[in-house]
């Protein structure tokens, strides 16, 4: 496989930034690779104790994503909140939504988001 291109949005930059404090920057490629494979690992792990989304929750999942588009730990940890103040979908769907997230970890909220998020 050839060469590519890729951009280097800020949390690749820190990752790089690291790596070249260590004098390890040319193995970018091969760390990247690593941080994909650990973390498609945790996902796959964690699929199985995610919550399924019926179609009216993951529309109501999206479109919250779409208002926020930076995954940040405090999205991730207030995210029953964000559903129940969402002026989105019926109250039932915000509620049965919020109750399924209610339970979950920062890790298996992540996972929900992999497995249902449309870009």
Known sequence: MGRKTIWLNPPLEILLKGLKQKHQEGNFSRYLGNI?????????????????????EQVLLNTILNKNRTITIE?????????????????????????????????????VIEKYEKY
């Open 75 to 111: 999205l991730l940890k207030d995210m029953t909140k964000i559903i129940e103040l969402s002026a989105n979908g019926s109250a039932e769907d915000r509620t049965t939504l919020k109750n399924k997230f209610e339970p979950l970890c920062v890790l298996e909220r992540i996972a």
């Open 36 to 56: 994909a494979e650990r973390y498609s690992l945790l996902m796959e792990d964690t699929y199985s104790s995610i919550p399924e989304l019926n179609q009216n």
